[in-house]
């Protein structure tokens, strides 16, 4: 009977000191930061220098554009998204999604053509024939052109130059520019297209040509915070990506300033 009015009186307070762990855990987590894939390193940095300021660390996870677009159509719990074009926020948006007043670029970048080096390191002319042959008999690695921003981009751009139709039947499609980066990095592509600021993670990857920016849409960095966020430090956040300091960051890992007609 004593061990019974014991246990009786330890539950409650056990249960108290849970729910206070929990709420401390919750007062140390930044907010949560979906991202495109492309801004990984860049994010680590920027998070970085967030926490020098005094603040809790945001938690980041990168993954294609597409892909956490439709995470936060389910339901995902995070407090913003940082997308590689305006067409996945643009969807956002349309289904009110995203807290009003909150959206806006933070930078834009370039698509390159990359290879390996014992590929040779001299520019690939971007004109009919020229790339056809680079690629030999190889593979050329880009994020799925279906629905992954970078993919877009480097569809539209091959269309616009005339040479998607030669090199299609060669195309590796992967889940997102990393993943295409990575293809070949391990030797199963010959060459790939992906960001300047991919690019520069991987110096062993040397940039063969750079695609020009009419052939395609300005690439573009949107940041919005997620309308179901409650977290507090969201909107500071999201003041600081638009910042300075985050610019500065940003332009260090590759990534270009937002045109000054751009939001």
Same mark, same amino acid.
């Given at each position: ?35 495109? *894939? ?27 554009? =597409? ?55 001299? *520019? ?22 279906? =629905? ?8 539209? *751009? ?106």
């Amino acid at each position: 009977m004593i061990l019974i009015r014991l246990r009786n009186l330890l539950l409650p307070l056990f249960a108290i000191t849970l729910l206070t762990a929990c709420a401390a855990e919750e007062d140390t987590q930044g907010p949560v930061v979906l991202a495109a *894939a492309s801004m990984q390193q860049a994010m680590d940095d920027v998070g970085a220098a967030w926490v020098a300021q005094g603040h809790a660390a945001p938690v980041v996870s990168t993954a294609a554009s =597409s892909a956490l677009a439709r995470q936060i159509e389910q339901g995902a719990p995070a407090d913003l998204f940082i997308s590689a074009d305006e067409k996945w926020m643009d969807h956002l948006q349309r289904t009110g999604l995203l807290r009003t007043g909150t959206r806006g670029n933070i930078a834009g970048n370039v698509l390159v053509l990359i290879g390996r080096k014992n590929g040779g390191t001299s *520019a690939i002319e971007l004109v009919p024939g020229a790339l056809k042959a680079a690629l030999a008999d190889g593979r050329l690695s880009m994020a799925e052109p279906g =629905s992954v921003p970078a993919g877009r981009y480097g569809k539209a *751009a091959l269309e616009a130059l005339g040479l998607w139709a030669e090199v299609a039947p060669q195309i590796t499609p992967a889940e997102n520019v990393r993943a295409a980066l990575a293809l070949v990095q391990r030797g199963e592509a010959s060459l790939g297209i992906v960001y300047a600021s991919d690019a520069r993670t991987t110096p062993d990857l040397p940039v063969r040509a750079a695609f020009p920016q009419t052939s395609h849409t300005p690439i573009l960095y949107p940041a919005a915070i997620i309308g179901a966020s409650s977290h507090p430090d969201a909107a500071a956040f999201r003041a600081f990506l638009s910042g300075p300091e985050a610019a500065a960051i940003l332009a260090r890992h590759g990534f270009t300033p937002v045109p000054s007609s751009q939001p």
